[in-house]
């Protein structure tokens, strides 16, 4: 959003640098003419596609809050989805996942990062002390981004997950 505002700033000063010629100014042919009048056109073109990319990017990600249960322990979650891309090779898609986790008990937030293939299938890792925390799970509902459940596994001790949307941001 900040470079949006740069740019249409940026915009402004650019046309009010083209302002109309004063009159001692004279315009010497029409090629002349013409050529301010497209670099006019291509800065105004140029500056609606900066803005144009970063509102579509700003829409792409959306973010989901969760709560739910590792086995027993009670937690929330906040997840992003990035923006969907084909993968090498095989052309599967790939949806980028970040966020992080907390115990309710005890309010700390452990990062996640990982990706969902766009089938129902998303896979988490965190990165802690104590070692890796993965999250192989699978969506529950149609929009696959409601209602998760899987497996958590941390240095082979495995516990069923739950997780349900709370709000959309």
Not at 44 to 70: H, P, R, T, W
């Amino acid at each position: 959003m900040k470079k949006s505002i740069l740019t249409i700033t940026m915009l402004g000063f650019l046309l009010s640098e083209c302002r109309p010629p004063q009159k001692e100014t004279i315009i010497s042919s029409e090629a002349e003419a013409k050529r301010i009048s497209d670099s006019i056109a291509q800065a105004i073109s140029e500056a609606m596609k900066v803005a144009n990319a970063e509102a579509l990017n700003e829409q792409s990600q959306m973010s989901y809050n969760y709560e739910g249960y590792i086995d027993k322990y009670k937690i929330k979650a906040q997840l992003v989805f990035g923006e969907a891309t084909n993968a090498e090779r095989s052309g599967a898609l790939q949806i980028p996942v970040s966020g992080y986790y907390f115990y309710e008990s005890k309010k700390i937030k452990i990062p996640l990062e990982g990706s969902s293939n766009g089938l129902g299938i998303i896979y988490l890792v965190a990165h802690t002390e104590g070692g890796e925390e993965l999250f192989d799970g699978s969506y529950d509902d149609a929009a696959m981004t409601e209602n998760f459940s899987g497996t958590w596994n941390k240095n082979g001790k495995e516990l069923k997950f739950y997780l349900v949307e709370r709000s959309k941001k």
